[in-house]
């Protein structure tokens, strides 16, 4: 199985970026969907940016225009850049790997590995 470890996040004000990186291992790692969800208290966790193996991302209409996710296949890492940040980006944000028969897609069904989430506050 896929393990991913987050890193980044942190606490920005309104317009500002931040960047988060998530490094993953395990056998397979390549063939697997990476991606980044985030999750609001009480609510379940969205997909904003997900990259299959042939390194094409998928946004979610909220993060098009200012997200831009990355992998780098030497470092078997994929990279979340935020830019215009807005209060709204606030929340938990995940590192998930999913291994589909289908293309990757931004729900969160399929995707068995999980990091422990890191925070993205954005204050206006």
């Known amino acids: 199985q896929v393990h991913v470890v987050e890193s980044g996040g942190g606490s920005v004000e309104s317009g500002g970026s931040l960047r988060l990186s998530c490094e993953a291992s395990g056998p397979g790692y390549l063939t697997y969907c990476l991606g980044w969800f985030r999750q609001d208290p009480d609510q379940e966790r969205v997909g904003a940016a997900v990259i299959g193996r042939q390194g094409t991302p998928i946004y979610a209409d909220s993060a098009k225009g200012r997200f831009t996710l990355s992998r780098d296949y030497v470092k078997n890492t994929i990279i979340l850049e935020m830019t215009g940040l807005k209060p709204e980006d606030t929340a938990n944000y995940y590192c998930?790997?999913?291994?589909?028969?289908?293309?990757?897609?931004?729900?969160?069904?399929?995707?068995?590995?999980w990091g422990q989430g890191t925070q993205v506050t954005v204050s206006s």
């Open positions: 998930a790997a999913g291994r589909f028969q289908r293309p990757c897609g931004l729900e969160q069904d399929g995707y068995a590995s």
